[in-house]
């Protein structure tokens, strides 16, 4: 879990200081490498992301209101950045024009942030910006698909 970074280091890299800013880079670098690595499930990618994730962080920095947690903030953040870092980079022309793939990254977060991240429904909810009920539909679908898939090895075994 990444430690709460004392409010004065946030106020003074919200208004710019390098060296504060520095140290709010080095708080969340483990998170946003992680949070990057479980979208993008490889490393290359990861550390690409995670870069982007730094740059918006430094662009967005003052949007982030003082008189909240810093962390979850960060977390939407860092999560938006991923996946539309992702998105970018998605290959389109090789799907068939049926699927409707624009719900299909949000979810994957929603069970990476579950599973992964052991946030909250209502945590998940807010980082996404998705109502709670989407978050919770989405996981009944993750946790039933998983479930097909493992059935015919679980009757293999009986």
């Known amino acids: ?21 520095r140290q709010v880079l080095e708080a969340v670098q483990k998170l946003t490498y992680n949070i990057a690595f479980r979208l993008t499930w490889n490393a290359s990618d990861a550390e690409d992301a995670a870069q982007e994730v730094f740059l918006r962080l430094f662009r967005n920095f003052t949007q982030y209101d003082p008189s909240l947690p810093f962390l979850p903030w960060f977390r939407r ?13 998605r290959p389109t022309s090789e799907l068939p024009e049926q699927i409707a793939v624009h719900d299909a990254a949000p979810a994957d977060a929603c069970v990476t942030l579950k599973y992964l991240e052991d946030l909250g429904v209502g945590e998940i909810a807010q980082t996404l910006q998705v109502p709670v009920g989407t978050v919770k539909t989405w996981l009944f679908r993750a946790r039933d698909l998983l479930m097909q898939k493992l059935k015919p090895h679980v009757e293999t075994l009986l």
């Open 77 to 89: 953040l860092a999560t938006n950045c991923v996946l539309n870092w992702k998105e970018k980079r």
């Open 1 to 21: 879990m990444t430690p709460e970074l004392p409010r004065d280091t946030l106020l003074r890299a919200r208004s710019g200081d390098r060296d504060a800013f």
